[in-house]
C-alpha cells in the first residue's frame, strides 16, 4: 500500500500550526486562567472571580482549581439564591410574582440538587457526567432568569444572583477543556 504523499506546502503548514498552536498542558495558572476566560462570555468577570481565589489564581493553578472555584463559588450563590426566595415570595403582591417565584424555588431547587452531584462527580473525576450536571443546573437557573428578568426592581436581585450563576457554570465548564492528567490526581 503506497504512503499518502504530502506536498511541501502542507507540511510546512502543519508544522506551522504544530508550533504555534498553545500548548494548553504548558499554560501556566496565569496564562491557563486569561486563556480559560477568554473563552467565556463574560472575561472581566471571570478573571475578576476566578483571581480572587487564592487557589484559582495562582501561578501553579491548574484547571481543576478554576473549575473547582467556580462550583464552589456556584454552590454558594445557589445557596443565596435558596434562602432569598422565600423572602421574595412573602413579600409578593401578586399571584403572578408568586407563580414566578415558586417556579424559580423548583428551578433553583433543581440546580442546587444538579451542582451536588456535580461537584460529586468532579471529585470522582467522572468529568463528562460533571458537566451534563452543570448543564442541567445552568438550564434550571435560566428558566427562572428568564421568569423575572425585567419584571420589576424586586425580582433584581436574584436576576443578578442568577445571571452570574450561569457565568459560573460557563466559567467551570469552559475550564474541564482544558484539564490535563494533572487535574485528575
Not at 17 to 38: D, F, H, Q, R
Not at 61 to 88: E, F, M, V, W, Y
Request: hydrophobic share 40%; aromatic share 6%.
Amino acid at each position: 500500500m503506497a504512503m499518502p504523499r504530502y506536498r511541501p506546502l502542507h507540511l510546512c503548514l502543519l508544522i506551522l500550526v504544530i508550533y504555534t498552536a498553545p500548548s494548553i498542558g504548558l499554560l501556566n495558572g496565569t496564562e491557563l486562567l486569561k486563556a480559560a476566560c477568554n473563552q467565556t462570555s463574560d472575561y472581566a468577570f471571570c478573571y475578576a472571580t476566578l483571581t480572587a481565589d487564592p487557589n484559582a489564581g495562582g501561578p501553579q493553578a491548574l484547571a481543576g482549581d478554576l473549575a473547582n472555584a467556580a462550583l464552589r463559588l456556584a454552590q454558594t450563590k445557589a445557596t443565596h439564591a435558596q434562602s432569598l426566595i422565600p423572602l421574595l415570595l412573602q413579600n409578593a403582591t401578586t399571584s403572578l410574582d408568586r407563580n414566578r417565584l415558586q417556579m424559580c424555588q423548583s428551578s433553583n431547587n433543581k440546580a442546587i440538587s444538579q451542582l451536588s452531584s456535580a461537584n460529586n462527580d468532579f471529585n470522582s473525576d467522572t468529568l463528562d457526567t460533571m458537566v451534563e450536571e452543570i448543564n442541567t443546573a445552568a438550564r434550571a437557573t435560566n428558566d427562572c432568569l428568564n421568569e423575572i428578568q425585567d419584571k420589576g426592581t424586586h425580582f433584581s436581585l436574584l436576576a443578578t444572583i442568577n445571571a452570574d450563576l450561569i457565568k459560573l457554570y460557563e466559567i467551570c465548564i469552559v475550564s474541564t477543556r482544558y484539564f490535563t492528567v494533572e487535574d485528575l490526581y
